[in-house]
């Protein structure tokens, strides 16, 4: 099929890009580009997706298979190339009570149910309601997250095998100390100076894999004594296999897997597309966010029948991905192939690599993912946006992302229906048109915040017998400021006395109408047409 057809058919489907290829094309440097960032990417993962299993309570093959088979679908058919999904920290804690309750095989069937509510959320397009996230909560939510990521790996600064899994997640566990702790720091650091000075000398190979080569050599050759990925379990494996979650097929199983999977479904959908945007931002791609819904959610019908514990977007191999120059699906999908390499036939070579230098990759994603000018911003910002950027970081830290960024939302919306409620106003005069009528001229949106505002404006004892009240310089927005312009003619009726509104869109006229209380005719607004001409063109139509 021509090329041209291809684009014109994804057009009218609203599908977004999916080509394989940028657009310069693939060329050999490219192509070695969106490997070795595939690679890094790969082995930043098999900590993560083994730590993340222990904190749900399941196999580390159930966390890898999911980083696998998440991973693969993703980068195949998401809405943006360069993001990397997988097993996540922020369902895996949510995933915990239901495993330590009902058992694995329940935890299956939640992630396919949970995968068929996304599929659900991006065939509705229910995905385009993130750009109702204002930029100071994805301010916190990076710089949540980027915390969230840093204190992810203090668990590798502690003694391989004495943590325990309390149901809760894993806990407890004996530091590193003396001589073991002092080397693995020095790792630590290493790695990041390797990160940091590589894209000096060269860009050949990507940084965090220069860091990872370098320190896993330095160890090896030398044998240094310090946790390396074996210690935290085998990643030995075979293929991913189908399995049927052996769980009852009745109302009592829905009714215990429907809670989580709603909860998963609403965390993993923000997690991937907040991560989507900040990718996007970088990239300079826009859009694909019904198409990331639908991606999310495939990936996890699938995982759940090949006995994994599903994921969604991983903002910190999404980061490694794209700071290595990552930005094709080749990238991704090599990033999910190499980790089932790693599975199948690597494991003994991945398992010799130390965990300081996965952790000074992660160390430098935190320094580049967190926001660091929003601590400039706060100064210069409106107070309820510098405390928004804290609250949203805070819960992200304390909670969980998706009640952080729901948090952040209502607090934001409710700042600003409380800024709008106070604009309402009223400059008062005497008509030139109607003989000793008092003209209200409204300025300021009328909606259920600056209703009762709007009431307490009007002078209804003193004021004479004939009232115009003027809208031209106002929105009317909602129901709630209906009816107050309803009650408003109400109240000048019962004084025996009459209101005639101006410059309201069509839809006002009819519902006002339709109370009863007003006097609507042809005379009572002489730029009646003019006016609602103006709404059309502008956009604002009052009314509802």
């Known amino acids: 099929m021509p090329r041209a057809l291809l684009a014109s058919f994804a057009k009218r489907l609203a599908i977004p890009d999916l080509r394989w290829m940028p657009d310069e094309g693939l060329t050999a440097s490219r192509l070695r580009i969106e490997l070795l960032s595939g690679l890094t990417v790969a082995l930043a993962l098999v900590p993560e997706a083994v730590a993340f299993a222990f904190v749900a309570g399941v196999h580390p093959l159930v966390g890898l298979y999911a980083a696998f ?53 991006g065939v509705m397009h229910w995905g385009r ?124 199983t829905f009714e215990i897997i429907l809670p989580y999977a709603l909860i998963l479904a609403a965390i993993g959908l923000i997690e991937s597309l907040l991560t989507l945007n900040l990718v996007g931002e970088i990239t300079g791609k826009r859009g694909g966010a019904s198409q990331e819904c639908i991606a999310q959610g495939t990936a996890n019908v699938v995982t759940g029948f ?63 993912t967190f926001a660091w000018n929003s601590l400039n911003i706060l100064r210069k910002v ?7 950027i804290v609250l949203v970081t805070v819960v992200t830290v304390m909670e969980d992302l998706a009640v952080a960024v729901v948090v952040g939302v209502i607090v934001s919306a409710l700042a600003y229906a409380w800024n709008n409620a106070k604009r309402i106003h009223a400059v008062t005069r005497e ?60 109240k000048y009726e019962a004084a025996g006395k009459r209101v005639m509104l101006r410059h309201l869109s069509r839809d006002c006229h009819k519902l006002l109408t339709k109370a009863g209380h007003l006097m609507v005719d042809s005379d009572d607004d002489p730029d009646y047409e003019l006016a609602v001409d103006y709404s059309v063109r502008t956009g604002i139509l009052g009314g509802h």
């Open 129 to 252: 309601f993130i750009r109702l996230v204002p930029h100071p909560v994805m301010l916190g939510f990076v710089n949540g997250l980027a915390i969230v990521i840093f204190l992810a790996q203090m668990g590798q600064f502690k003694v391989p095998g004495t943590m325990e899994n309390t149901g809760h997640g894993m806990s407890g566990g004996e530091w590193l100390s003396g001589m073991q702790l002092y080397t693995m720091l020095g790792l630590v650091a290493l790695t990041m100076a390797v990160i940091w000075v590589m894209p000096r000398i060269t860009r050949i190979v990507p940084a965090p894999l220069a860091g990872i080569v370098v320190v896993a050599a330095l160890v090896i050759g030398m044998g240094l004594d310090v946790p390396r990925v074996g210690d935290l379990a085998s990643i030995e494996g075979g293929l991913p296999k189908f399995h049927i979650p052996m769980v009852p097929l009745n109302w009592e």
């Open 431 to 490: 008509s030139a048109t109607e003989e000793g009528a008092k003209v209200y001229e409204i300025q300021g949106p009328l909606f259920f915040g600056s209703s009762e505002g709007f009431v307490e404006l009007f002078d209804v004892p003193n004021d004479p017998q004939t009232v115009i009240v003027d809208f031209a310089d106002s929105r009317v927005v909602d129901q709630s400021a209906l009816q107050a312009i309803e009650n408003i003619a109400a």
């Open 69 to 121: 088979l998440v991973g693969l679908i993703t980068a195949l058919i998401g809405g943006r190339p360069g993001m990397i999904s997988g097993a996540t920290g922020a369902l895996a804690v949510v995933m915990v009570a239901l495993v330590a309750q009902h058992g694995v095989e329940y935890l299956f069937a939640t992630v396919v149910l949970m995968g068929i509510m996304q599929v659900i959320a």
């Open 306 to 368: 090949f006995g994994g514990m599903g994921g969604c977007a991983m903002i910190g191999q999404s980061m490694i991905n794209v700071k290595s120059g990552g930005r094709t699906r080749i990238a991704g999908i090599a990033a999910a192939l190499f980790l089932l390499l790693f599975i199948l036939v690597g494991s003994s070579l991945i398992e010799q690599i130390p965990l300081a230098a996965l952790v000074g990759v992660m160390f430098m994603v935190v320094i580049g």
């Open 382 to 388: 409106p107070m309820t946006d510098a405390f928004v």
